[in-house]
């Protein structure tokens, strides 16, 4: 793991977000950094991105460290979280955004891809379970996963990501009622297709707005607002929810 920065500033929280350096997983790091967090800043191969990442938000204000781990493997969960436990102590706030898509037809499916995409959606809050109920700040800690639309609604090419989302939203249900007695909160934000998040097919894209209220795809941003907001004090009472941010698609 690399670090970079040091420790926290007296009496500020520390933010963890798994897969912080790009798309939703940035946007929901720079709300935090904003907010006065210390934002841990957690990515997997890309060095270059993650240093851009850092020097953005450090350049807006923020007080902010890299930490690399791959968090699709037991190992690599294991060690992310001891650094913070032996550098921090604790951990205020973890968003898990981190995601890994290989699209396929449903009945050509890529098998270890697949494994591999479930890894990564459930590996932060499954291989770290056991040290979440005693590193999380006890009645204040918030856990937030990103999940999709995906995980509900059938969409072409998805299967192997939709399992996984679905297995993130299970397991988030799970590990609510577990942490709830400690005071810490575990929800997740349901993303639909995101403005920025790549190119679309004219066709896909057209009948994707014709189902959006809005009239428009939610972007990045506004699934981080929500993240932010299950991150907040007043979202205590919030265990084991589902919110969903797709401009109201899910309502057609």
């Known amino acids: 793991m690399t670090a970079i920065n040091g420790a926290p500033a007296a009496g500020g929280s520390v933010a963890l977000v798994i897969g912080g350096t790009r798309g939703i997983g940035l946007a929901a790091a720079r709300k935090l950094s904003a907010a006065g967090s210390e934002v841990l800043l957690n990515y997997a191969h890309d060095e270059d991105g993650a240093l851009a990442a850092e020097r953005q938000l450090s350049e807006e204000g923020g007080k902010i460290r890299l930490m690399r781990a791959d968090i699709g493997r037991p190992a690599g969960v294991v060690r992310l979280l001891e650094d913070i ?27 270890g891809k697949y494994l591999g995409d479930g890894a990564v959606a459930v590996g932060p809050l499954l291989y770290g379970a056991a040290r979440l109920g005693t590193l999380m700040t006890p009645d204040t800690g918030r856990i937030v996963a990103v999940s999709s639309i995906g995980a509900r609604t059938v969409v072409p090419g998805y299967a192997g990501l939709g399992m996984a989302k679905a297995a993130l939203e299970t397991l988030v249900r799970y590990l609510a009622v577990e942490l709830a007695g400690k005071g810490v909160a575990v929800n997740a934000v349901a993303a639909g297709k995101i403005a920025d998040g790549g190119p679309v097919p004219a066709q896909v894209l057209e009948g994707l707005l014709r189902r959006t209220p809005t009239g428009r795809l939610a972007t990045a941003e506004e699934v981080a607002d929500v993240v932010a907001l299950l991150c907040r004090p007043e979202a205590g009472g919030l265990h084991g929810q589902v919110l969903t941010v797709d401009g109201g698609a899910c309502l057609r």
């Open 85 to 111: 436990r032996r550098t921090h102590g604790r951990l205020d706030v973890l968003v898990h955004a981190a995601g890994s898509f290989h699209p396929a037809p449903t009945a050509s499916p890529h098998i």
